[in-house]
């Protein structure tokens, strides 16, 4: 089956940029989605077709996507974007498929 | 407004069956593929199920077999049958919009499942 694997947690100070990671087989092949997710909140989209801002999302939010690795890229990270982020692709074999996500504390 | 109104969750005894239903309104509903999408508590997302514009359905393997997803267009809706229900089914069972590509630009609040005796 096909995984995406992110790293559980990441921290940032406030102004600075903040990277996660998201890893898989070839990953550059496919399309990558982020997700933010705020605690007792549904899940909100901020990136899809790996650099891609949906209408509403601050420009601070970027992605990328290359080899076996995508990027999401939170620049001048504010309080207010301390959640849990998700990376999302599909697979042909496994459908879609989430990474398991990564707290992003923001201190 | 674009929306997405989940119902049909509640707490149902292991081997059971339970329908949900996901109500969509603000956008033409035939037009988007939709998604089931499920996180228990404290956890990570997992895709569930997938239908296209055309009806066509995937499943992810620790539901194929046992759950159905459908949808009537005429009545803006999306459902999900749940058959043969497991423990390790309980959590909440969120409805989103899917773009084609596989992403998933609008979620509704949720509705929790809980398979328990």
């Known amino acids: 089956s096909f995984d995406l694997t992110q790293p559980p947690s990441v921290s940032v100070s406030p102004g600075q940029t903040a990277s996660i990671t998201c890893s898989g087989d070839?990953?550059?092949?496919?399309?990558v989605c982020w997700y933010q997710q705020k605690p007792g909140q549904s899940p909100v989209l901020v990136i899809y077709?790996?650099?891609k801002r949906p209408s509403g999302i601050p420009e601070r939010f970027s992605g990328s996507n290359s080899g076996n690795t995508a990027t999401l890229t939170i620049s001048g990270t504010q309080a207010m974007d301390e959640a849990d982020y998700y990376c999302?692709?599909?697979?042909?074999?496994?459908?879609?498929?989430f990474g398991g996500g990564t707290k992003l504390t923001v201190l | 407004e674009v929306h997405l109104v989940e119902s049909g969750g509640g707490l149902v005894q292991p081997g059971g069956s339970l329908r949900l239903s996901c109500a969509a309104s603000?956008?033409?509903?035939?037009?988007?593929?939709m998604h089931w999408v499920r996180q228990t508590t404290g956890k990570g997302l997992e895709w569930v199920s997938v239908?296209?514009?055309?009806?066509?359905?995937s499943y992810s393997g620790s539901v194929n077999g046992r759950f159905v997803i459908s949808r009537e267009n005429a009545k803006n809706s999306l459902f999900l049958q749940m058959n043969s229900l497991r423990a390790g089914d309980t959590a909440i069972y969120y409805c989103?919009?899917?773009?084609?590509?596989?992403?998933?630009?609008?979620w509704g609040q949720g509705t929790t499942v809980t398979v328990s005796s």
């Open positions: 077709q790996d650099d």
């Open positions: 989103a919009r899917g773009l084609g590509d596989s992403s998933m630009d609008v």
């Open positions: 239908i296209g514009k055309a009806a066509d359905t």
């Open positions: 603000g956008f033409s509903f035939s037009s988007y593929d």
């Open positions: 070839k990953l550059g092949d496919k399309y």
């Open positions: 999302q692709a599909w697979d042909s074999s496994t459908g879609v498929v």
